[in-house]
């Protein structure tokens, strides 16, 4: 199929951006959305043009690496796959493809579709672990009984990528999903209730300083994110950090 | 306890808590003014009582104004916030995709509730007061049913009030129910007190908007 591109170029943090147009022909149903990159530069190394940077790293919905800002979507029109996994089935022969870099002032544009997440990683060091002594003397995790349901739950908390979706689809780009996800997968578990007022005061206060918005429970998180990381988790980090507060 | 207010969470608790009292308020608004549709001697009672008791006049009624101010002051701050958190904006976004129009235009449909609480202001609390404090009329326990209909003669009037009744039920669709989830509420009852609250979404404005037209359609004839 032939499509009609339109993807921001941007030379670098300090430049400032266009959308630029490119026409791509022979794209097949079954490349991944990525793959029809690599053939568009392919088409521009040849030529002797810049090709199209864009993040990507295990190309199989793994990683949370790949990005991109797809008709308007985070990881495009379908839904609980990452752009890597998103098939060029989904467009049509002439369609036109917008393809922009996740936008939120805490993921600065490093280079046309490349951002800088590391705020995400600020977030984490703030209180996103355990405190376990390594000395050794390491208990066995599996050693401490915990419930089936809250085990389940914990893992589904942990499937968050962190590939920040969540952020480029909220309209008020708020990080509150994948924060709560990573409040969450540790708040369920024992070995996460010891430490558990300081990690949810540091990481929502590492989250507002990074810059990210207010969530005002618009929901588009949890539709676009594509581990299917529910609205169940920011509940319990409001409630995880209300009671954090009362109790100072 | 500070930290709370400097919070992304704590703002969003502030308004879900200023947004509930204000749901509270609606209903007993609601409840009141439907009695001058089905049994206006009650409706001049429970007008004068609300007019006249110190408690409602110099306690309640302040604390419902300063819940209206910071409600709105707060949509404000956070509207603001978020904008400015995009940083640069999409050439194309697709909001429709994942979130309802309700929840993505609270601003708009909270600033006309807020431009109609400036008309209801000047129509019947300007109006009290001048009563009572400026022109010191004796106090009438009769008056209110005739003057509330009096008011619904224009067309016009009724028309901006049931428009801004639509716009209150948009608002009301989106943040009544979201409180809960800004609470912590998010368990097994949520899609009950989902449902529940949308209803009232629905239910309330259109009350209001049936008093509205109700008494413009009929008139006190002497
Ligand atoms: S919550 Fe979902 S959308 Fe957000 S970072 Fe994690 S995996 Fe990505
Ligand atoms: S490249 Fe790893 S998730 Fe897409």
Known sequence: ?248 | MSGLIKSSIARKLVMALSGLFLVVFLTQHFVINFTSVIAPETFNQWSHFMGYNPLVQFVLQPILIAGVVIHFVMGFILEAQNKSARGVSYVKYNGGANASWMSRNMIYTGLVVLAFLGLHFYDFWVHEMAYKYVEVKAEDPTRYHAETVEKFAPIWRTLLYVVSFVLLSLHLWHGFASSFQSMGVNNKYSPVIQKIAKIFAVVIPLGFAFIAIYHHLNPITH
């Open chain 1, 1 to 248: 199929m032939k499509l009609f591109l339109k993807i921001w170029r941007q030379k670098d943090a300090s430049t400032k951006g266009q959308m630029v147009d490119y026409t791509l022909d022979g794209v097949e149903g079954d490349m991944s959305f990525l793959e029809m990159l690599d053939i568009l530069n392919e088409d521009l190394i040849n030529k002797g043009e810049e090709p199209v940077e864009f993040d990507h790293d295990c190309r199989e919905g793994i990683c949370g690496t790949c990005s991109l800002q797809i008709n308007g979507e985070p990881h495009g029109p379908d839904r609980l796959v990452t752009t890597c996994q998103l098939h060029m089935r989904k467009f049509n022969d002439g369609d036109t493809i917008v393809i922009e870099p996740f936008r939120a002032k805490a993921f600065p544009v490093i280079k046309d579709l490349i951002v800088d997440r590391s705020s995400f990683d600020r977030i984490q060091q703030a209180g996103g672990y355990i405190s376990v002594n390594t000395s050794g003397n390491t208990v066995d995790a599996n050693a401490i009984p915990i419930e089936k349901h809250a085990a389940d739950s914990a893992m589904d908390s942990a499937t968050c990528i962190g590939c920040g979706a969540c952020v480029a689809a909220c309209k008020n780009a708020s990080a509150m999903l994948f924060t709560s996800a990573k409040v969450s997968q540790f708040a369920q578990l024992p070995q996460g209730r010891v430490e558990a007022t300081d990690r949810v005061m540091n990481m929502v206060r590492q989250m507002d300083l990074e810059g990210f918005g207010n969530c005002t429970n618009t929901g588009a998180c949890e539709v676009e994110c594509p581990k299917g990381i529910s609205l169940e988790n920011i509940a319990r980090m409001n409630r995880e950090y209300l009671a954090a507060s009362v109790k100072g």
